[in-house]
Nanobody, 122 residues
Framework: VQLQASGGGLVQAGGSLRLSCAAS????????IGWFRQAPGKEREFVAT???????YYADSVKGRFTISRDNAKNTVYLQMSSLKPEDTAVYFC?????????????????WGQGTQVTVSS
């Protein structure tokens, strides 16, 4: 599986961005996809995940502001981010599991994209 994350950029606090994770090389609809992020000097943390059947889970820090969705016809998962805060600044990574079941832990994911930078200015 190859993953390509895109859509990052610089945005003011309160603004929105939509990240995309394009996948290839596997039956996408049966694959759970997760988004994680890593800020400078901090450990990588879970953001959101979506199961093969569309079930979603979010970190408490982004619940109500971020929405994860998938378009199986396009082999793409999206992360719509709204009401962005400076503390959302990080490199965002998408990851895929061999399983359709979602997971909140990064070591459960088998494939990783290259990351896309999100910077939120105050």
């Amino acid at each position: 599986v190859q993953l390509q994350a895109s859509g990052g950029g610089l945005v003011q606090a309160g603004g929105s961005l939509r990240l995309s994770c394009a996948a290839s090389g596997r039956t996408f609809s049966s694959t759970a996809i997760g988004w994680f992020r890593q800020a400078p000097g901090k450990e990588r943390e879970f953001v959101a995940t979506i199961s093969g059947s569309g079930g979603t889970y979010y970190a408490d820090s982004v619940k109500g502001r971020f929405t994860i969705s998938r378009d199986n016809a396009k082999n793409t998962v999206y992360l719509q981010m709204s009401s962005l805060k400076p503390e959302d600044t990080a490199v965002y990574f998408c990851a895929a599991r061999r399983s359709s079941a979602p997971s909140l832990t990064d070591n459960a994911y088998d494939y990783w994209g290259q990351g896309t930078q999100v910077t939120v200015s105050s």
